[in-house]
T-cell receptor
Framework: AQSVTQLGSHVSVSEGALVLLRCNYSSSVPPYLFWYVQYPNQGLQLLLKYTSAATLVKGINGFEAEFKKSETSFHLTKPSAHMSDAAEYFCAVSGTGRRALTFGSGTRLQVQP | ETGVTQSPTHLIKTRGQQVTLRCSSQSGHNTVSWYQQALGQGPQFIFQYYREEENGRGNFPPRFSGLQFPNYSSELNVNALELDDSALYLC????????????FGQGTRLTVV
């Protein structure tokens, strides 16, 4: 079985500051890991995914994440926050068979001017 | 190339009623997965349809059922609606049952009163 834990249901940063959203995973098999973003009243948009290639994954909109097996982590970062980054962010894991995604409970990112 | 489309976008039903939600998969995709996202939570996997057969199911009761048609579009049916069924229902399509390549629709917001 696999699961993800997102630390911090709400994160607030100033515009231009570093964004760090935390995700730890548990998986009995080598995991595939994902970060999705959800804007109000919309579906999920894939930011980036780790599928056992490079441990540092670059995504859209300047986001990146690093897979650290020793820490079972897959934290999402962005060097400089923009107002448009304000949204809900979900970490997800896909395990055996890769049919289903298991999502964390989400982190709401607020960006202060 | 068309994306994943869901209909309707919103609907309100009364407890005990039945509801059907629809999803058109992205062009070229033969797999549809359904997720339930309750308010303030991450999406939860309901089931997946691959080549018109159920291909995996999450922890949802049998009153949640589905269909996939020869054109790979899909329906999610929920019988005997309960208040706790109020949620955003998301559909994701992919080529094959590999969740790593899934694309999500905008969702259907179901309110049960």
């Amino acid at each position: 079985a696999q699961s993800v834990t997102q630390l911090g249901s709400h994160v607030s940063v100033s515009e231009g500051a570093l964004v760090l959203l935390r995700c730890n995973y548990s998986s009995s098999v080598p995991p595939y890991l994902f970060w999705y973003v959800q804007y109000p009243n919309q579906g999920l948009q894939l930011l980036l995914k780790y599928t056992s290639a490079a441990t540092l994954v670059k995504g859209i909109n300047g986001f990146e994440a690093e897979f650290k097996k020793s820490e079972t982590s897959f934290h999402l970062t962005k060097p400089s926050a923009h107002m448009s980054d304000a949204a809900e962010y979900f970490c997800a894991v896909s395990g055996t068979g890769r049919r289903a995604l298991t999502f964390g409970s989400g982190t709401r990112l607020q960006v202060q001017p | 190339e068309t994306g994943v489309t869901q209909s309707p976008t919103h609907l309100i039903k009364t407890r005990g009623q039945q509801v059907t939600l629809r999803c058109s998969s992205q062009s070229g995709h033969n797999t549809v997965s359904w997720y339930q996202q309750a308010l303030g939570q991450g999406p939860q996997f309901i089931f997946q349809y691959y080549r018109e057969e159920e291909n995996g199911r999450g922890n949802f009761p049998p009153r949640f059922s589905g269909l996939q048609f020869p054109n790979y579009s899909s329906e999610l049916n929920v019988n005997a609606l309960e208040l706790d069924d109020s949620a955003l229902y998301l559909c994701a399509s992919s080529l094959g049952d590999d969740s790593t390549e899934a694309f999500f629709g905008q969702g259907t917001r179901l309110t049960v009163v």
